[in-house]
């Protein structure tokens, strides 16, 4: 009963900022390391960014070192990703993911689209 449901996409110019939420329930969402990836058209899906089930440690691919930031929000059962300074080049649909007993989950994505 996993379930992890993404918002805050859009449309949004060149050099604006985002912030995604993913919003997860069916586990103990304190126990789990979160990620965030991203799949543009004809391009592999890509990790943005992951964080620490305590939210302790953080990492970040090379391209988004400095623009995005995970964060999260045990409480309430969310992790964000604070995306400043896009590019046309972040355009793509975002996606929450978590490991639970060797089976990955994903929520349904939300678009993120960059442009002027």
């Known amino acids: 009963q996993v379930q992890l449901v993404e918002s805050g996409g859009g449309l949004v110019q060149p050099g604006g900022s985002l912030r995604l939420s993913c919003a997860a329930s069916?586990?103990?969402?304190?126990?789990?390391?979160m990620k965030w990836y991203r799949q543009a058209p004809g391009k592999e899906r890509e990790l943005v960014a992951a964080i620490s089930s305590s939210g302790g440690t953080t990492n970040y691919a090379d391209s988004m070192k400095g623009r995005f930031t995970i964060s999260r929000d045990n409480a309430k059962n969310t992790v964000y990703l604070q995306m400043n300074s896009l590019k046309p080049d972040d355009t793509a649909v975002y996606y929450c993911?978590?490991?639970?007993?060797?089976?990955?989950?994903w929520g349904q994505g939300t678009q993120v689209t960059v442009s002027s």
């Open positions: 993911n978590v490991v639970r007993y060797a089976f990955g989950y």
């Open positions: 069916g586990f103990t969402f304190s126990s789990y390391a």
